[in-house]
């Protein structure tokens, strides 16, 4: 008896431990905010990039952020800007820019000519229907000369 109230405690006491859930930032306009000018304008170009060219799909405008020998360091996505517009051309669709990342943006960091930019994430919990966890994703660029030269996230190698 005196076992199995240990077991329950220990299952209380890890339940009561469960991860807190990833919160998004309430207003995206202060995660562009930074110590240098530079780090400044290498937020707004990713922050630019990412509301003008991934969510609003306007590949034509590839070139005004993304640099020509751009390296990609996501498995499943090519090396190069005409290979990421080609990657990119087989499911996305232009429409309006929205004023701010419709993606729930938990931080955006900017450091050197790198910038960090980390979203919040649900997931179905594997064999719990109808649950689900939250994480974080991260996704980071490298800026040369006004432009994205090089690109980081953890994503797997899709099957």
């Not at 309430?26 to 922050?47: E, F, G, I, M, W």
């Not at 590839?62 to 090396?79: C, E, F, I, M, R």
């Not at 030269?149 to 099957?159: F, P, S, T």
Request: hydrophobic share 45%; aromatic share 8%; proline share 6%.
């Amino acid at each position: 008896m005196k076992s199995l109230l240990i077991a329950i405690l220990a299952a209380a006491s890890l339940s009561a431990m469960a991860q807190s859930a990833v919160v998004p930032a309430p207003d995206q306009s202060t995660l562009l905010s930074a110590a240098t000018s530079q780090a400044r304008a290498n937020k707004r170009l990713v922050y630019d990039f990412w509301r003008d060219v991934l969510e609003g799909g306007h590949l034509e405008n590839a070139d005004k952020y993304l640099s020509v020998g751009y390296v990609q360091h996501n498995p499943n996505v090519p090396s190069g800007r005409a290979g990421f517009v080609r990657f990119f051309g087989q499911f996305s669709k232009p429409h309006p820019v929205a004023d701010r990342i419709q993606a729930p943006v938990v931080a955006m960091i900017a450091e050197g000519d790198l910038v960090v930019v980390a979203l919040a994430q649900s997931h179905p919990v594997p064999g719990k229907t109808g649950q689900s966890y939250s994480t974080t994703w991260f996704d980071m660029f490298r800026i040369e000369h006004g432009k994205i030269v090089e690109h980081w996230d953890n994503a797997l190698l899709e099957k």
